[in-house]
């Protein structure tokens, strides 16, 4: 099965950039690289997501590994609404099995 | 505005009875899906749905169980088999399985007396 490894927590200052990592050893050729954040007592929301080459949006940036085993969420400028748990997940077209792990802990210093 | 609903927010059952969560989106999404959070914990799939009229299980199926008779509507049932039922449980959409982005519901936190 495909699985990702994350930290499980990650500290930040207020208004510096944040690089959350993400392992993905075993990932197949159709696997998207899936991110979603969630606050607390809250439903996960969409961040970003990629394939194979480097992604932008309003959010972050997404860089993926050229053998794709790995990618890095990027925060530009943190802010203190930043504060949530991360999570990477691989989306299959075809289904499997979906890994919805723990996810890193982000906290945002003031 | 378009989204995806769940209610009730908190809920509250008697061991041994079935409850059944709601869940309804207007984002004219093909797919849904139903996950269960536990605290400090991610999310793992119950059961998910690809089109109407059909459904299937997902890593945690047993003790629940889903219909999918409309597009816009995709109901959980905790039954009583399920022997640990108290968690955060999230519905979400996306406008084809997998492969792109879900949209979450707010939740439902049940709780089992």
């Known amino acids: 099965d495909a699985k990702t490894t994350q930290p499980n927590s990650m500290e930040s200052n207020e208004e510096e950039p944040v690089h959350l990592p993400c392992n993905h050893s075993?990932?197949?050729?159709?696997?998207?690289i899936h991110w979603y954040r969630q606050l607390p007592s809250q439903g996960p929301e969409y961040v970003i997501h990629?394939?194979?080459s480097n992604v932008n949006n309003r959010m972050a940036s997404l860089a993926i590994a050229e053998d794709r085993k790995s990618s890095t969420l990027i925060l530009h400028r943190a802010t203190l609404r930043d504060a949530a748990v991360y999570y990477c997940?691989?989306?299959?077209?075809?289904?499997?099995?979906?890994?919805f792990g723990p996810g890193t802990s982000l906290s945002v210093i003031p | 505005d378009g989204g995806i609903t769940q209610s009730p927010k908190y809920l509250f059952r008697k061991e041994g009875q079935n409850v059944t969560l709601s869940c309804e989106q207007n984002?004219?999404?093909?797919?849904m899906y139903w996950y269960r959070q536990d605290p400090g914990q991610g999310l793992r799939l119950i059961y998910y749905?690809?089109?109407?009229?059909?459904?299937q299980k997902g890593d945690i199926a047993e003790g629940y169980s889903v219909s999918r008779e409309k597009k816009e509507s995709f109901p959980l049932t905790v039954t009583s088999a399920q022997k640990n039922p108290t968690a955060f449980y999230l519905c979400?959409?996306?406008?084809?399985?997998?492969?792109?982005?879900?949209?979450f519901g707010p939740g439902t936190r049940l709780t089992v007396l």
């Open positions: 979400a959409s996306s406008e084809r399985l997998w492969g792109n982005e879900q949209f």
């Open positions: 990629g394939l194979t």
């Open positions: 984002l004219n999404h093909d797919a």
């Open positions: 749905s690809q089109i109407v009229n059909d459904f």
């Open positions: 075993t990932i197949s050729g159709t696997d998207y």
């Open positions: 997940i691989l989306a299959r077209t075809s289904y499997d099995k979906v890994i």
